[in-house]
């Protein structure tokens, strides 16, 4: 766990500490025990599956900073994003030269609180204020469940959530989220909508090493990023956006400014500590004397894929789900042929199960329903980023449901 302790007027900001751990720290942490009985909540992204990787670190991301540092609202007052770290900036112009998953050069650098503030940052830069009808925000089924909250929950003028992209006919102005890897599918995707008068955002929070492989550096208008999905450090509340057009990276800073007025300027600084030592941990694995175990791409995706082989293993010869197959494709980060692993299972039940979420939940596992993501009941989104003990019960209990009489039984 991350945590911060006080030392004379400093906050010290740790990816890991294993000094005066609580009772209560102890059982959300990797010591952790679960009961034979327990509800399993696989229902969120929580990416506690890192954790074990940050704790063998130890001291390499600890950041100290005074008391005196950060008070002012202003990080740099040139900066068009005049509330980035500049240390930040560096950090993940770094990260995505070393891992080959985006261009940078020619883009600005918006930060957010997380990436969910940047989605709705990018829509209200995205949509025309002049219209005399809103711009439809549409994205392809199964689509992330959040994105239709974000659009729906301030009742905006300027923007309205339309649905599928696959079935949107709409005129006027448009705006398409893309997300590739898909959330809740883990399918790498292109743009629906070939209309005119359409808008992007490519939500890129799952193209990383660890979930699918690089095949080329993705290069769009706007492409977002979350600290919680790349490290694993979702407790930061941290994303930022690489923005083409200044003006629409202008307005996306209004928006930042108006709402939170800036990022937390600590949030930043743990972040871009954290974002060097994975790309220096890139680095010395291409020199002889790198050690594979250091470089938490490599860590990432060798336990994904572990957890992978065991889910399918387990599903193999179901007569009650089915799992998606994933293409084998070069990744340029690895230099070697592999298939994705992506941070969520995403599980249809077979014949007579028409509510696979309920199916789950009788059975004390939390999953979300394909209802939610604009697809069918029958599927569920199955976290695989949850702790080790989470996990493991989950693949237990997976497999007392394959020897149940199911079927009739539905």
């Not at 609180?113 to 949509?127: D, E, K, R, V, W």
């Not at 989220?177 to 995707?189: E, I, Q, W």
């Not at 941290?238 to 400014?257: H, N, Q, S």
């Amino acid at each position: 766990m991350c945590g911060t302790t006080e030392q004379g007027h400093a906050i010290r900001l740790s990816s890991s500490s294993s000094e005066n751990v609580s009772s209560d720290a102890r059982s959300n942490g990797a010591t952790r025990n679960l009961s034979s009985d327990a509800v399993v909540n696989l229902d969120h992204g929580d990416p506690t599956i890192f954790e074990t990787y940050w704790r063998n670190m130890g001291d390499k991301c600890t950041v100290m900073i005074p008391g005196y540092q950060s008070l002012s609202y202003f990080a740099d007052t040139k900066s068009l994003c005049w509330f980035l770290e500049p240390k930040l900036e560096e950090s993940i112009k770094n990260l995505h030269n070393v891992v080959g998953n985006a261009v940078v050069d020619d883009n600005y650098i918006v930060v957010g609180t997380g990436s969910s503030q940047l989605i709705q940052a990018a829509l209200y830069a995205l949509s025309p204020p002049d219209q005399p009808k809103p711009a439809s925000i549409v994205c392809a089924a199964p689509y992330y469940s959040c994105y239709k909250e974000m659009a729906e929950f301030l009742r905006s003028e300027l923007y309205k959530w339309e649905g599928d992209a696959h079935t949107f006919d709409k005129e006027g102005p448009y705006i398409e989220m893309v997300t590739s890897p898909n959330n809740p599918d883990g399918v790498c995707r292109e743009a629906v909508v070939k209309k005119d008068g359409g808008k992007r955002v490519h939500d890129l929070a799952y193209y990383w090493p660890q979930y699918t492989p690089i095949t080329a550096p993705a290069d769009y208008d706007i492409m977002l990023f979350t600290v919680s999905k790349c490290t694993g450090h979702a407790g930061s509340r941290l994303g930022w956006a690489l923005v083409k057009d200044k003006e629409v990276a202008k307005k996306m800073v209004t928006f930042m400014t108006i709402s939170t007025i800036g990022v937390s300027k600590e949030s930043q600084h743990r972040a871009a500590k954290i974002l060097e030592v994975i790309s220096n941990g890139c680095k010395d694995l291409k020199s002889p004397n790198g050690n594979i175990i250091d470089n938490f791409f490599h860590y990432g995706q060798s336990i994904l894929t572990k957890r992978w082989d065991k889910l399918r293993n387990t599903l193999k010869h179901s007569r009650v789900f089915s799992l998606a197959k994933y293409p084998v494709k070069y990744c340029h980060f690895t230099q070697d042929l592999s298939e994705a692993h992506p941070a969520f299972a995403w599980i249809k039940s077979k014949d007579k199960i028409d509510d696979c979420e309920k199916l789950f939940r009788g059975h004390k596992v939390l999953t979300r329903s394909g209802k939610r993501f604009g697809s069918d009941p029958k599927y569920v989104r199955v976290s695989m980023v949850s702790k080790e003990e989470d996990f493991e019960l989950f693949i237990k209990r997976l497999s007392s449901l394959n020897n149940l009489n199911i079927i009739s039984a539905a």
